[in-house]
């Protein structure tokens, strides 16, 4: 007796029990530990003519490969291939491939003269597989592409074929968690910008390689803009019509989104663009969101990089296998949340960053090796031995909010009683012992664009006349090496600095190192960073903390200071973490 079919589809449907193959029942396709199929079908299998980068719907399939083939989709969302030739039955091999990697999955017909009536569908998965060439496993494509020939009716072989892809395709969606993951629609319309001239000049190339091929398995389509200039891509971002893109994409360096992300918090609708998905594929030197977006997704409970080696998650990754990955992540679409730091200066200048603000020696490397740039990464090493020769110091005064503080201030005095529960609505303002409400009293942002009554309010902070308030902590020492504020876990691709930090912990990570480590010292730090170690806290010099805001006023105008990797003037800054503003695409 054959299983009935899906109503309408002729698609068939397993029973409660597990169903034979066929009267002369092979051994069972289905292990007792698996769940049990949700659909079933023989199909024949086709090895496609693989060029890379090309559709496998617009391939010459070889039909002398073809073998028949059961397959089984189970609610456990796997599809589960078993040859059906002797050979095979005799073994009762069975593959398993985990939808949840799946990128791609469509259906098609071919003009065969052989076989007029037959449809197709393809599935495109990158599950982790290991390497021959390295220890640890990596992404690699799996394309799996399989002829409907169940009728002599053609239109009945595409509307199974396109019931299978659909059921892959709900089976293959990632799972949205408590209202604060989003997803990208299928088919969706990305813009990407791409800086030519990031890292070793290698972005356009990588791009047209490795991205579009993927991007054209997700059924993906883009409009590339490359930028020309500095400040290009923020110009664009500030001006552009957003409403026609499901995400923006960068493929550059960290540069390239600062830009991004400051032209968006510059446009009347900030509110609303701010919240368009933002996507980094790592064309840069530096890439160190690419790299904290791979970091959190092989540390996420219960994903498939739970059972690497735990020295193989901290070991360096080839800078094809990071862009692979971070590809994979657009290609499956799932976005969150990511905190912004809102950043202002003495002279009145307001920034947004989503990764680092820096002083010091960390800075001075970043900036220095800039003309090491065709070095990719190895830069950063050139720099750091260096500047190591001439270990400088930085007077300064550094105050901060601890993480577990949390205030807000008024034109007036601070209240000596301040609640410090936040509302769920508005989780950085908290209302003072009178009931008033926080208001803003920091200069206003330059740009003409922004409305006075839709400027995002830093409710932690006061004018840069005022000392900070009395629940802050001003740290004593004076004298510095090297001072780092990170919102995510790596400062580059090789530089694991907060290995706790999240994507929305509503924290600043605050590293400060003091006046008296030595160069050994300094040497050591640094490659346990380049080595994928965090940085060691067991040196008396070296403090971290978790902070809300904080403030910085040099005491002399000497070094460089960053943001994002991006030079600022010497100046006192002062920043406050924003939990949630903007949103990012992961894998997390």
Known sequence: MQPPAIPGSGLPMAPERKAPISKASPPPLIDKKVQEPRCFARFIGLSPSTAPGRPLR??????WKAVNYALSLTSGAELLVRRLDSAALSSNAASALSLSTCVGCYAFQSKSASQPAAAYFSVVCYPFKKGWWYRGESRQKVAKTFCVLTSQDAEENRRVAETWVRTIRELSAPSLEGGIYGLLPQKCQVIVLLNPRSGAGQALNLFTSQVQPMLTEASIGFHKFVTEKHNHAWDLARKEDMSKWDAVVIMAGDGLLHEVINGLMERPDWKTAIQKPLCILPGGSGNALASSLNHYARNAPGSKCDHLQREESKSHLAKEELLMNCTYFLCKGLHSPMDLVSLRTASGKRLFSFLSFGWGFVSDVDITSERYRKLGGARFTVG?????????????????????????????????????CPSPQHPHQVSTANGKSPVNILPQPASSLLKEDSVLEDSLLVPFEQPVPKHWTVIPEEEFVSIVCIQQSHLGTDFLFAPTAKLFDDAIHLFYITAGISRMGMLKLFMALEKGSPLPLNNPHVHYLPVKAFRLEPLEPKGFMTIDGEVLTCEPVQGQIHNRLARIINGS
């Open 384 to 420: 750091t031995f260096q500047l190591l020769t001439l270990l400088q110091v930085y007077k300064g005064r550094l105050s901060y909010l601890p993480a577990e503080v949390q205030s807000s201030v008024s034109n007036s005095l601070l209240p000596t009683e301040v609640n410090t």
């Open 58 to 63: 617009s391939l010459r399939l070889r039909r």
